[in-house]
């Protein structure tokens, strides 16, 4: 059974440039949360997604935007980004999310990093 | 505000020695807790709890949950150098996939 894949798994950025990442969670797995880790924050809440419907959103200003297709695939966008924004980017996959407690998968991750 | 306290934040032990970490947390709408190592990259699941006062327990790792003081310990018995890693507590906040993380314990073992 395969894992939760994040592409890419590095990137160099610019100041001022947008991004998108990609997370595909596991098969059959519906909700996909993606949180950001940095060494000075630890790890922080970004979003949720959930049959393609945003449920949840942290405390991250509107240049961090997501959505998820019809087939769970998550996506992530961050525009006009700052030095700030380099960080990990972590996607986590778990099979409902919806009240019943389940289990949470992560992705390698993406590397970004901001110039 | 959700808050989730681990404590100690590192730990330099010898192989061979039983560690216990500690994961106090507020969380509003508390689901469960779970817990992750974390080495280079992702971290890797360990433990979901949901109920008090019954142990999980794989290989020489164990935890357990106490709701009523709201908090959680994760135990490792006769460490190995390959137990090295971050210990991340996560408890489950709400109805939606908000995993509220602590800053983690880092654990070094020494041979």
């Known amino acids: 059974k395969a894992g939760v894949t994040q592409t890419p798994r590095y990137l160099i950025k610019t100041r001022g440039q947008q991004v998108t990442l990609s997370c595909s969670p596991i098969?059959?797995?519906?909700?996909v949360s993606w949180y950001q880790q940095t060494p000075g924050q630890g790890l922080q809440f970004l979003f949720e997604?959930?049959?393609?419907?945003?449920?949840n959103k942290g405390n991250f200003p509107g240049r961090f935007s997501g959505r998820q297709f019809s087939n769970s695939r998550s996506e992530m966008n961050v525009s006009t980004l700052e030095l700030g924004d380099s960080a990990l980017y972590l996607c986590?996959?778990?099979?409902?999310?919806?009240?019943?407690?389940?289990?949470?998968?992560f992705g390698q991750g993406t590397r970004l990093t901001v110039v | 505000e959700d808050k989730v306290v681990q404590s100690p934040l590192s730990l330099v032990v010898h192989e061979g020695d039983t560690v216990t970490l500690n994961c106090s947390y507020e969380v509003t709408n508390f689901r469960s807790l779970l817990w992750y190592k974390q080495e280079k990259k992702a971290p890797t699941f360990l433990f979901m709890l949901t109920s008090s006062g019954i142990e999980k327990k794989s290989g020489r790792l164990s935890s357990i949950l106490d709701k009523k003081e709201l908090f959680s310990i994760l135990n490792i018995t006769a460490t190995q150098t390959g137990d090295s890693a971050v210990y991340l507590c996560a408890p489950y906040s709400g109805n939606t996939g908000k995993l509220i993380f602590g800053q983690g314990t880092t654990l070094q073992v020494k041979p």
């Open positions: 098969s059959g797995h519906r909700s």
């Open positions: 997604y959930f049959s393609e419907t945003q449920r």
């Open positions: 986590a996959s778990s099979l409902l999310g919806a009240g019943t407690p389940t289990e949470a998968f």
